[in-house]
Nanobody
Framework: QVQLVESGGGLVQAGGSLRLSCAAS????????MGWFRQAPGKEREFVAA????????YYTDSVKGRFTISRDTAKNTVYLQMNSLKPEDTAVYYC?????????????????WGQGTQVTVSS
């Protein structure tokens, strides 16, 4: 069974940076996509970024392009989300998940095996 453990969240001032980590286990992730998602208070969860595990193609939602960078370490089975120039509207619980296609990542409501997430709070 896939297990996903997010870490690295915290409290940061606007303009600051954080790096989130997602440790993945329970299957072989080659050719799978790894995605980051976030859910702000009172709002629906949304897609943030994704990466192909083996080919390094990346995808971002428009609101984070140029500020966030997704990467992966195949040796550590870990996906990262480097978040720079953080804004108060980035405040949310951040989750990672995995799927066999980018379409499945974007249709995240069907995904299972959600972790606990990691809280990111950006103060103004």
């Amino acid at each position: 069974q896939v297990q996903l453990v997010e870490s690295g969240g915290g409290l940061v001032q606007a303009g600051g940076s954080l790096r989130l980590s997602c440790a993945a286990s329970g299957r072989t992730f080659s050719n799978y996509y790894m995605g980051w998602f976030r859910q702000a208070p009172g709002k629906e969860r949304e897609f943030v970024a994704a990466i192909v595990w083996s080919a390094s193609s990346t995808y971002y939602t428009d609101s984070v392009k140029g500020r966030f960078t997704i990467s992966r370490d195949t040796a550590k089975n870990t996906v990262y989300l480097q978040m720079n120039s953080l804004k108060p509207e980035d405040t949310a619980v951040y989750y990672c998940n995995t799927a066999p296609s980018i379409q499945a990542i974007r249709n995240w409501k069907a995904l299972r095996s959600w972790g606990q997430g990691t809280q990111v709070t950006v103060s103004s």
